[in-house]
C-alpha cells in the first residue's frame, strides 16, 4: 500500500501512530474523537441539505412545475432549512468546540467526557430521525420555523412532522448538556496561568455561546414537547380554535431562534479571530473590548426575538425594533478591532486568511442588510420574501460557513497532522465567493420585487424568471466549490497526501500548536508559561531570543 | 515612497465589492402605490444610502489594508499594538449615532403608517384560507371569493382610506401587495386591520408571502385600484349576496 507509506500520521490516528477503529469511534469519550465525529456529521448534512438545496434551485430555475410538486419542494426547503442549521451549522460548532476548547485552555478533556460522548450520539440521532422522515411518506414541510397551527396534526398528519419534532428534541437536549459540559470546562479546567482574560478569543466565544443555548435551548426543547402533546394528546397549547395561541409558537420558537443566530455566528467570529491575528503577525486589537462586544451581544440578543414578528401586527414594534438595531452596534465595533488587527500587520494569504477576509466581505453585506428588518416600516414590505432569504444566506453562509472552512484549513494541519492543498484550497474560495454572490446578490431584487420565500413556482407574468436563472447558475459554481474542497479533503487527509504539518504550521498562538499535531492522548506532555493570551507566540519569542543570546555568546570570543 | 505593485487577488477583491456596492444602489424598491408606500420608500432610501456610506468606509479599509500591508517578506515582527482607547471610543460612538438616527426616522414612518382611523372611507374582508382569498365588501354586500383554478381581483378606489379586516380560519397567511410595500398576517384568533391609501391607479399583483401549506405558492390574487366614480359604478355592477 503506497499511501500507508507515505510518512506521518493520517486522520484517525493518535499520536503513537496506532490507527484508531471503527470501535474506538464509537466507544470513544475523547474530546477530539468527539470532535472530529462532530465535524465529520456536520459536514454530512451539510452534503445532504446543500443537495436539497440544488434540488429547489433546479425547480426554480424557470416558471412551472418541472421536476417535483409541491409537497417535494415544500419537504425540501424545510429540511435544507432545518438540516443546515440544526444539524450542519450546530454540530459544526460542537465540534471545533470539542477539539478546541481543552486544547486552547491546557486542558486533558473535558469536565464530562462521558456525557460528551452522550451529547454526540443524542446529536447524531436526532439528525437521522428528523431526516427519516423521507422515507415514511413525506418528511416535514412547514419550514424551519414549524409556525402552529400548520404543524398541528389537522394540518400537517404526517409521520413525518413527528420524526421533525423528535428529532428537534434530541438535538436540543444535546445542544444543553454539551454548553453545560463546555461552560463547566471553562470555569474549572484551565491551566494555571490561564486567566479568564488570557483566554483565547474563539474560547471566550464558545463560553458565551454555551451559555445562549444553555438559556434558550430549554425554551424550544419545551415549545416541541408542547407542540408534541397538541399533536399527540390533544392539548391545544397552539390551537386559536380550543383557547390556545398561534402566536405563542412563534414567541417561543423566536425566543430561542434569534439567540440561535448568534449561536450560530459567535464561534465563527472565534474562529476568525483567531485567524486574522496569527495571519497578520499582530495580537487581536481591542481585546477586552472584543469579549465585552460579544458579552453584550449575548445579552442583547435575548431581546430582539419579536423581530420576526413584525408583520403579525401584535407585538411592540419599536420595542423590538431599537433592541435590534442596538445589536448592530457591538457586532460593527468587531469590524473595527478585525480591521486594526490587519493593520499595520504582515498579512499572509494562506487559505484560511483567504476564507476569513472573505468573510469579512460576506459579513459585512450581510449585517448592512440586517438594519433594513430592524426597521418595522421596512420590515412590513420585504420580511418573508427572497430579501429575507438573502440577508440570512449572507449571514449564515457568507459568515458562518466562510469561517468554517477557514477553520478547516487552519486546524485540520492540527487535527490531522497532513496540510491541505494551497492551490486547490484557493480555487475552493474564489469559486465560493464568486457563486455566492452570483447566488445571493440578486435574491435581495427579487425580494425587493416582491417574490415570497417558500414558493415552489412563481407566475411567468411577474418578470422574475431572468434573475431565478443567474440564480441558479450561481449555485452550481457555489456546488462545484464544495466538491472542490471534498476533493482536497479525501486527497490530502484521508488518503494521506498531504505534506506533514508539524507541530505549529501556521506561527500559532494558543495552546493547541504547544502539542503534536495530532495531539496525544490528553493533550500535551508539557504546557509552556502562560503569561498572556499568547503562550505559544511568547515561547516562540523566548527561544528566538535564547538562540540570538547563544550565537552571540558562540561568537563573542572571536570578536573580543 | 516604495511602490506597491497590485496583488491580483486583491485587486479583484475590491472590483468585486465595488460592483455589488453599484448593483445595490440600482436595484430599489417597485415604484409604491400608496401613501404608506412612498414614505417606506423614502425610508428605505435612507438605510440604503446608510448602508452604502458604510459598505464603502469597511469595505474600502479592509481592501486598504490587505493590500498595503501584505506580507512582503520582511523579517521583522511588525510592532505589536493591541489598544488605543481613543479609536475603540471613536467606533464604538459612530455606529451608535448611526442607530440613534436610523431608529427616529423608523419610528416616525412606522407610527404614521401604523396609524389608523376609526372612520376609515372603505373597509373590506380579507379572509385568508387555504388556498385562496375571499373579498367582501361589508356595506355592500359584495363578495369575490378565488378559487384554485381562478384568481381573485381586488377592486378598490384611489385616495381613500381603506380598511383591511384581515380574517383566516385555518392557518397563518399574509396579505401582501408588493407595490404597497407592506404586507400583515392574517392570523386565526386574532383581529388584525390594515388601513391604506391607494394614490396611483393600476393593477398589481398580490400574494400570500406567509408558507401556509401545500399549494401555498397557487394563494395569488390581484388589486385593480380604480378612480372613486369606477370604483362606485364597478361595486353597483356586482351580484349581491343575500345576508
Known amino acids: 500500500m503506497t499511501t500507508a507509506e507515505l510518512e506521518g500520521p493520517r486522520v484517525g490516528t493518535d499520536h503513537a501512530g496506532q490507527r484508531a477503529g471503527i470501535v474506538d469511534y464509537l466507544t470513544t469519550t475523547d474530546h477530539k474523537r468527539i470532535g472530529l465525529l462532530y465535524l465529520f456529521t456536520g459536514i454530512g448534512f451539510f452534503l445532504i441539505s446543500g443537495m436539497l438545496a440544488m434540488f429547489m434551485r433546479a425547480e426554480l430555475t424557470v416558471p412551472g412545475l418541472q421536476f417535483m410538486d409541491e409537497a417535494t419542494y415544500n419537504e425540501l426547503f424545510t429540511m435544507h432549512g432545518t438540516g443546515m442549521i440544526f444539524f450542519f451549522a450546530s454540530p459544526v460548532f460542537f465540534g471545533f468546540a470539542n477539539y478546541f476548547l481543552p486544547l486552547q485552555i491546557g486542558a486533558p478533556d473535558v469536565a464530562f467526557p462521558r456525557l460528551n460522548a452522550l451529547t454526540y450520539w443524542l ?17 416535514a414541510s412547514f419550514g424551519w420555523t414549524g409556525y402552529a397551527p400548520l404543524s398541528s396534526e389537522i394540518f400537517s398528519p404526517n409521520t413525518g412532522t413527528n420524526l421533525w419534532i423528535v428529532g428537534l428534541i434530541f438535538s436540543g437536549s444535546s445542544g444543553i448538556l454539551g454548553a453545560v459540559n463546555f461552560v463547566a470546562t471553562v470555569f474549572t479546567m484551565r491551566a494555571p496561568g490561564m486567566t479568564m482574560f488570557r483566554l483565547p478569543i474563539f474560547t471566550w466565544n464558545v463560553l458565551v455561546t454555551a451559555l445562549l443555548v444553555m438559556l434558550t435551548f430549554p425554551v424550544l426543547t419545551s415549545a416541541l414537547v408542547m407542540l408534541f402533546l397538541d399533536r399527540t394528546l390533544g392539548a391545544h397549547f397552539f390551537d386559536p380554535a380550543a383557547g390556545g395561541s398561534a402566536i405563542l409558537w412563534q414567541h417561543l420558537f423566536w425566543f430561542f431562534g434569534h439567540p440561535e443566530v448568534y449561536i450560530l455566528i459567535l464561534p465563527f467570529f472565534g474562529i476568525v479571530t483567531e485567524i486574522i491575528p496569527v495571519f497578520s503577525r499582530k495580537p487581536i486589537f481591542g481585546y477586552r473590548a472584543f469579549v465585552f462586544a460579544t458579552l453584550l451581544i449575548g445579552v442583547l440578543s435575548y431581546s430582539v426575538w419579536a423581530h420576526h414578528m413584525f408583520a403579525t401586527g401584535v407585538v411592540d414594534n419599536l420595542f423590538f425594533s431599537i433592541t435590534s438595531l442596538t ?20 498579512i499572509r494569504f494562506d487559505t484560511p ?28 414590505a420585504v420580511t418573508d420574501t427572497y430579501f429575507v432569504v438573502a440577508h440570512f444566506h449572507y449571514v449564515l453562509l457568507g459568515g458562518s460557513v466562510f469561517a468554517a472552512f477557514a477553520g478547516f484549513y487552519f486546524w485540520l494541519p492540527k487535527m490531522t497532522g497532513r496540510r491541505m492543498d494551497e492551490r486547490l484550497g484557493r480555487i475552493h474560495f474564489w469559486t465560493m465567493l464568486i457563486g455566492m454572490n452570483v447566488t445571493f446578490f440578486p435574491m435581495h431584487i427579487l425580494g425587493l420585487d416582491g417574490m415570497p420565500r417558500r414558493v415552489a413556482d412563481y407566475p411567468a407574468s411577474a418578470g422574475w424568471t431572468g434573475l431565478n436563472e443567474i440564480i441558479t447558475a450561481g449555485s452550481v459554481v457555489v456546488a462545484f466549490s464544495v466538491l472542490v474542497f471534498g476533493w482536497n479533503l479525501v486527497w490530502n487527509i484521508f488518503l494521506g497526501h498531504g505534506a506533514p504539518a508539524g507541530d505549529d504550521p501556521w506561527e500559532g498562538y494558543s495552546l493547541e500548536w504547544a502539542t503534536t499535531s495530532p495531539p496525544p492522548h490528553h493533550n500535551f506532555t508539557h504546557l509552556p508559561p502562560i503569561r498572556s493570551e499568547r503562550p505559544v507566540f511568547d515561547a516562540r519569542m523566548a527561544a528566538r531570543a535564547a538562540a540570538r543570546e547563544a550565537a552571540e555568546v558562540a561568537r563573542g570570543p572571536a570578536s573580543g | ?157 384611489v385616495d381613500e382610506v381603506i380598511d383591511f379586516e384581515l380574517v383566516s380560519h385555518d392557518v397563518i397567511h399574509s396579505f401582501f401587495i408588493p407595490h404597497f410595500l407592506v404586507k400583515r398576517d392574517v392570523i386565526p384568533g386574532v383581529d388584525n386591520h390594515l388601513q391604506l391609501t391607494i394614490n396611483e391607479e393600476g393593477t398589481y399583483a398580490g400574494q400570500c408571502a406567509e408558507f401556509c401549506g401545500l399549494y401555498h405558492d397557487r394563494m395569488l390574487f390581484t388589486v385593480r385600484a380604480v378612480s372613486q366614480a369606477d370604483f362606485t359604478a364597478w361595486l353597483a355592477a356586482q351580484p349581491r349576496s343575500t345576508p
Not at chain 1, 446529536?123 to 418528511?139: E, N, P
Not at chain 2, 459598505?55 to 505589536?80: H, K, T
Not at chain 2, 451608535?96 to 423608523?106: D, W
Request: aromatic content about 12%.
Open chain 1, 123 to 139: 446529536a447524531l440521532s436526532g439528525g437521522l430521525i428528523a431526516f427519516s422522515g423521507f422515507f415514511v411518506g413525506g418528511a
Open chain 1, 327 to 346: 445589536i448592530a452596534i457591538p457586532t460593527g465595533v468587531k469590524f473595527f478591532n478585525w480591521i486594526a488587527t490587519m493593520f499595520r500587520g504582515r
Open chain 2, 1 to 157: 515612497m516604495p511602490r506597491f505593485p497590485r496583488r491580483r487577488g486583491a485587486r479583484a477583491l475590491l472590483l468585486l465589492a465595488g460592483t455589488l456596492t453599484a448593483t445595490a444602489l440600482g436595484g430599489c424598491t417597485l415604484a409604491p402605490a400608496t401613501v404608506q408606500g412612498d414614505r417606506v420608500q423614502s425610508l428605505y432610501n435612507l438605510f440604503l444610502i446608510s448602508a452604502a456610506v458604510v459598505f464603502v468606509i469597511v469595505a474600502g479599509l479592509i481592501g486598504w489594508n490587505i493590500i498595503r500591508y501584505r506580507d512582503r517578506g520582511e523579517s521583522e515582527l511588525p510592532a505589536q499594538t493591541h489598544t488605543n482607547l481613543a479609536l475603540e471610543l471613536t467606533w464604538w460612538a459612530l455606529p451608535t449615532i448611526l442607530v440613534i438616527i436610523l431608529f427616529t426616522v423608523s419610528a416616525i414612518v412606522l407610527n404614521t403608517n401604523d396609524a389608523q382611523v376609526s372612520n376609515p372611507d372603505l373597509q373590506v374582508k380579507v379572509e385568508g384560507s387555504q388556498w385562496q382569498w375571499t373579498f367582501t365588501y361589508p356595506a355592500s354586500g359584495v363578495v369575490v371569493a378565488g378559487t384554485p383554478t381562478s384568481i381573485p381581483e381586488l377592486v378598490l378606489p
Open chain 1, 353 to 380: 486568511m483567504l476564507f476569513c477576509i472573505g468573510f469579512l466581505f460576506m459579513f459585512l453585506i450581510g449585517g448592512l442588510t440586517g438594519p433594513f428588518l430592524a426597521s418595522p416600516a421596512i420590515d412590513y
